[in-house]
């Protein structure tokens, strides 16, 4: 070998060397700035949080208004939110599954439909919330409806229903052709098949599609901002306006007196409290409702 | 020449000794311009094992599943001719397809359990055809089960989910659910193909004591499974039926060299 072609090997060994060691070096520290941040976050949540945190927080509506009472707590904003989100999943869920279990089981054949559909979606997916909120504020003005419970449940299904679509759609479409034509071939119908085997097999897919919506809907904030409104009470009918914990934190943190702050942080701690138990539960339950589910 | 160990008492179909359990006429399917299926006219004996041998993609899944009319999930599928079941044509009667369906069980390539227990895999056919009482259903799953030859595998685990089965049990499981439903036919597309040695000769063997009950349609393209089986085979090329005839006719009087050349292996 010329001594000329041996030193170009050595000089490539030390590049791809030196690019897997500058690679390697990037990836670790990229990851240590994420868990950074995230720790960071979570650290000044808890220390601001926790400190205000108390049953009183949690057991009391806030004497006086929200902005500049000093006494009670964000039980409102935890009703609330609660309420708000189980509406909107619910009403997702009864009108997203039959859209995810008619695209994939009765359009299966036409795949050019289907595909524009899912594409559309994801277009829907990307949207800010803040335009879903001023778009049902325009409605709600349009039908004179106040901010209300209602209007937000049904702004935040809208908003959380191409997410629930998708992500049940997800699992269907992973599912295999071959599982529908097993079932059709022992005499059952669509209607069967649909709500008998595939939902069967996509358990665990239905329940992370509804805990992930779950989760967006509590926490969002734009889209519940001009829909829902705001109050110190708790709501006892649809129609009257509701707090939820988003906007308990972005009302509360603009005040100057520490007591109002407080609980801003305490509603943070308890919404992220929240979002962690259902990702965690939306673990569980995938697992432990994958059992069934044959894999291909 | 092992391919001659064939079942030496075959009544030739021709001659009308036997009754036909399916008879199709000019069937042709096409999706779009390409022409799967070419003019099929083929008849199906009654409690016999039928094998539909040809090489990969000549049509025969396509076959199979026009006889259930799986097709219909397909609406490009353009579909005309007759397939007569005890001289019911199927492709056009008012029956519902559903009806059609559970008179005939189906075998896929690999087996295709539904997403629930071994025992509800079983009820399921009986279910949503309107049994469900607990004691006849138990007493049903358990008669299935054996007739299956999977009894003595599952019995004390009927409520474990039927994807913790091996293949080869999920395969018989798809059997006994196929059973359940009181089919009079059982379509098979290459029942063993994902299955190892010993759990395809089970089915096998499951094939041979059924037929008494059963008329059976196989499609397959291992040539010693159709001359270990095969009562009467109907050999596909290109879409088209080349030959059609009893089993030992086939293997051992070919007579056309398409299908020699077959036998030989040098088509494929």
Known sequence: MKRGSLNKYYLRKISL?????????????????????????????????????????????????????????????????????????????????????????????????VNSFRFILDLLWGIPSIVYGAFGFTVMIYFGIKASLIGGIVVVSLFILPIMIRAIDEGLKSSSVGLIEASY????????TAFKVMMKQCLPCIITAVLLSFGRSIGDAASVLFTTGFTDHI????????????????????????????RAYAAALVLTVIILIISLSSRLFTIKYKKNRINF | METLSVSKKVIP??????PKKIQIENLNLKIGKKHILKDISVSVPKNKITVILGPSGCGKTTLLKSMNR???????????????????????????????????????????????????????GLKISGRRKKRFLEKRIRHYLIQASLWDEVKDRLREPASSLSIGQQQRLCLARGLAVDPDIILADEPTSALDPISSQEIEKKFLELKNGYTIVMVTHVLRQAARIADYVIFMYLGEVIEQGPAYEFFNNPKTEITRAYLRGSIN
């Not at chain 1, 990037?26 to 808890?46: D, G, H, K, V």
């Not at chain 1, 964000?74 to 997702?92: D, E, F, Q, R, V």
């Not at chain 2, 490009?76 to 007569?84: L, Q, R, S």
């Open chain 1, 235 to 262: 709501p006892t009918s649809l129609t009257q306006p509701t707090a939820t914990l988003p906007l308990s934190i972005f009302f509360q943190l603009s005040s100057p007196i520490p007591e109002v702050k407080s």
């Open chain 2, 13 to 18: 179909i021709t001659n009308y000794q036997i």
């Open chain 2, 70 to 124: 799986l097709t219909d999930m397909y609406p490009d599928m353009e579909v005309t001719g007759k397939i007569c079941i005890d001289d019911e044509d199927i492709l056009h009667s008012g029956t519902d397809v559903t009806n059609i369906r559970k008179r005939m069980g189906l075998l896929s390539q690999r087996p295709y359990p539904l997403p629930m227990s071994i025992y509800k895999n079983i009820a399921y």
């Open chain 1, 185 to 192: 071939s022992l005499g059952s119908t669509k209607t069967e």
């Open chain 1, 17 to 113: 060397k030196a690019e897997e060691i500058f690679f390697r070096a990037t990836m670790l520290f990229s990851s240590c700035i994420i868990i950074f941040i995230l720790l960071l976050i979570i650290y000044s949540i808890l220390q601001k949080g926790l400190p205000s945190l108390s049953i009183d927080m949690l057991t009391q509506t806030p004497k006086g208004g929200f902005y500049f009472g000093k006494e009670g707590g964000i039980l409102n904003a935890i009703i609330g939110s609660i309420y708000l989100s189980l509406g909107a999943t619910s009403l997702a869920f009864i009108i997203g599954l039959p859209v995810a279990l008619f695209m994939n089981i009765w359009l299966s054949h036409k795949k050019k439909l």
